[in-house]
Nanobody, 126 residues
């Protein structure tokens, strides 16, 4: 059973930085995607970044390119989302997600993921 546990959210002023962590347990073999998604009140869920464990390729939403970095520490089974130059519009609940061991054509689409964390709140004030 795959489980995902996020941590690292909080409140920060615009221009600041936060790092989110997601510990993924339960994967035994094979390659899979780990993604970060966010949802603000009254808005649809948005895929932010994704990491493919097969070859470490990354995918980013245009809205965060150049500001956010997704990475993985294999030894800790943890994926990180480093968020720099934060803007008020980054305010949202952030969720970590994991796929089954298969390829996903659109890594930023939530439909490709089967496992979800509980979420961690990020609030950016102006």
């Amino acid at each position: 059973q795959v489980q995902l546990v996020e941590s690292g959210g909080g409140s920060v002023q615009a221009g600041g930085s936060l790092r989110l962590s997601c510990e993924a347990t339960g994967y035994t073999s094979g390659a899979y995607f780990l993604g970060w998604f966010r949802q603000a009140p009254g808005k649809e869920r948005e895929g932010v970044a994704a990491f493919y464990t097969g070859d470490s390729r990354t995918t980013y939403a245009d809205s965060v390119k150049g500001r956010f970095t997704i990475s993985r520490d294999n030894t800790k089974n943890t994926v990180y989302l480093q968020m720099n130059s934060l803007k008020p519009e980054d305010t949202a609940m952030y969720y970590c997600a994991g796929s089954r061991t298969r390829w996903i054509s659109h890594p930023l689409a939530g439909s490709g993921y089967n496992y979800w964390g509980q979420g961690t709140q990020v609030t950016v004030s102006s």
